[in-house]
């Protein structure tokens, strides 16, 4: 198994452009999750997924759009890119969310807005 | 709402060395606790993790309690290795909150020299 693959590792993107970061895993995990992480602030969740055709919001959902058509795809997109939106980007997945599960972090992507 | 305190960082201490990174949470009814580890330019590892009071986790002579008197997570190590440079980051997954996430501590960096 890969487990959790995102691409692309790092992305320059100037202010207004879009573009979206990829997310798979090949475990057959239900649950799926889109974090970013900020200096001095942990990790903040942007949206999840806890099955196929079903997403919902996170605390940091602004800005963001995810979509979940296929249980091994979940991909974000970020519509008009803010320099707020500067920051390293990890995706995970777990079988469910039960509280036995363990979540499976991907490598994450950098990406800098300017 | 739920919510992590870890000490902040970095913790710098010579190899051999003995560790406690305390963590401290706030939620309601019986949330399961983790430590997960990020290692420099890759995403995050879970380290250990206890689904309910008292348990202990432990994984690579890493150990920590929940202790639900005090609402505690502390993370310990006999003997820090060079190789155990990293952060840490203690989380706590809520079963009785509608939005199914992970609340990470803002992290605690670790640096073990030789």
């Known amino acids: 198994n890969a487990g959790v693959t995102q691409t692309p590792k790092f992305q320059v993107l100037k202010t207004g452009q879009s573009m979206t970061l990829q997310c798979a895993q090949d475990?057959?995990?239900?649950?799926m999750s889109w974090y970013r992480q900020d200096p001095g602030m942990g990790l903040r969740l942007i949206h999840y997924s806890v099955g196929a055709g079903i997403t919902d919001q996170g605390e940091v959902p602004n800005g963001y759009n995810v979509s979940r058509s296929t249980t091994e795809d979940f991909p974000l997109r970020l519509l008009s890119a803010a320099p707020s939106q500067t920051s390293v980007y990890f995706c995970?997945?777990?079988?469910?969310?039960?509280?036995?599960?363990?979540?499976?972090f991907g490598p994450g992507t950098r990406l800098t807005v300017l | 709402g739920n919510s992590v305190t870890q000490m902040e960082g970095p913790v710098t201490l010579s190899e051999e060395a003995f560790l406690t990174i305390n963590c401290t949470y706030t939620?309601?009814?019986?949330?399961?606790l983790f430590w997960y580890v990020q290692y420099p330019g890759e995403g995050l590892q879970l380290l250990l993790k206890a689904t309910k009071a008292d348990d202990k986790g432990s994984n690579k002579g890493f150990e920590a309690t929940y202790r639900k008197e005090t609402t505690s997570f502390h993370l310990e190590k006999g003997s820090v290795q060079v190789s155990d440079s990293a952060v840490y980051f203690c989380a706590l997954k809520n079963m009785d909150m509608g939005r199914r996430a992970l609340t990470f501590g803002s992290g605690t960096r670790l640096q073990v020299q030789p």
């Open positions: 939620a309601t009814g019986y949330p399961s």
């Open positions: 995970a997945s777990s079988p469910r969310f039960l509280s036995t599960d363990t979540q499976y």
């Open positions: 475990m057959n995990h239900e649950y």
